[in-house]
């Protein structure tokens, strides 16, 4: 096989992938102006689901466009040989690999980050604004930018540097020490994101006293669920979406309410979502996501160490040196169809986990205020009611509505 093919290789993967995306896309669009169903029919009155169809249209021409112009972009600077040309300027700097390699991801991402710019600024002040959704300020928006490339220059380049050291000093079995570390630094993270991470963007606050508080340790206690630490988090600074989330083990375990949840669902409501995050708990679902994420992991850098020192892979991206960050650029393409099979399957038992957390949290407390409460949470955020089984089966990590509402019902 020559690096020519191999370039082909990775256009065609890049053409194909968005083909198959395109077209699920277009089958879930076919389904917009399907009517609601019967279970589903207090959801929207009729001037509310036009307004979610709308909504619906314009979030997907806004894709396609971007998707396109990504694509476009992106096959451009395959062309032009825009890898070899950024390997070039960033070796004008240094020969010290580990700085190539930063200097190298670091002013393409920054670079696409400042291209899609103004893609992200349209969609949050022209799209969400228009339809209700933004609260975000033109402040608050680009220091979450900046925010953004520190937290990536110093998180994201710490870890490319570790993978590249153990690269060059452990030879062919470099993968099970970068495996190693980003094993270590994604449990850190899942034990301190709420701590470390979450104030660098938004305030919180312990719950205060009062029957919501009340309810909630009165079912967690009915349950034998420590739960201590209830947080509310300022999230109607940037939306008028709801969430609401577990985080951390043992000591730093804690869940984390938006105010828009608490504003928009009744206290019952609240406690039944909560319920449902504790059947994810109970049943060890976070235990299971993470050791299914670790092992997918350590695979992934096991099949990175058989190709990424390829000259190949770099030929292939017009570098005639075998670096180790163009051999990873090329090797994140080819692994494309792999990532897919994967993420379907990690979809398929994310649904059935959420059906196992529904049923939880129907034993535990009540179906009908889970019911009544994602009801209100899909008219908030103009969910789709009818999307296509395909799109559902690709994307969605969650049930449908329709069906949760079905399962809970039974």
Partial sequence: MTSQTIFYILITILIVSFIIDKILDTL???HYNDPIPEELS??????????????????DRFSNITS??????TLIFFFLDGFAFVDHWARTFTENNILVALIFFGSILFASDILSTPFSYYHTFIIEERFGFNKTTRKTFFLDKIKGWLMGA??????????????ETTGSNFWLYAWGMVTAFTFF?????????????????????????????????????????IFVIDGSKRSTKANAYF????????VTLYDTLINDLEEDEIVAVLAHEVGHYKRKHIVFNLIASIALMGFTFWLLSLFVGSNL???????????????LIAFGILYTPISEITGLLMNYISRKFEYQADNYAKNTFEAQPLISGLKKLSKNSLSNLTPHPAYVF?????????????NLMN
């Fill in 68 to 73: 396109l112009i990504s694509l476009i972009a």
């Fill in 28 to 30: 879930n669009a076919k």
């Fill in 42 to 59: 207090d959801v929207y009155d009729k001037e509310e689901y036009e307004k979610s169809q709308l909504y619906k249209k314009e979030n």
């Fill in 154 to 167: 110093i998180i994201g380049g710490g870890i490319l540097a570790g993978i590249i050291w153990f690269y």
């Fill in 189 to 229: 993270m899942n034990m301190f994101y709420a701590r470390l991470i979450v104030p660098l963007f938004n305030k919180q606050s312990p719950l205060e006293d009062g029957t919501l508080r009340t309810k909630i340790e009165t079912y967690a206690k009915k349950v034998g669920f420590n739960l201590d630490k």
């Fill in 247 to 254: 985080s951390g083990f043992g000591s730093e375990k804690r």
């Fill in 394 to 406: 690709a994307h969605y990590s969650h049930p449908t509505l329709l069906q949760r509402y079905r």
């Fill in 313 to 327: 892979l770099s030929e292939a991206l017009g570098v005639t040196q075998a670096s180790f960050h163009i051999g």
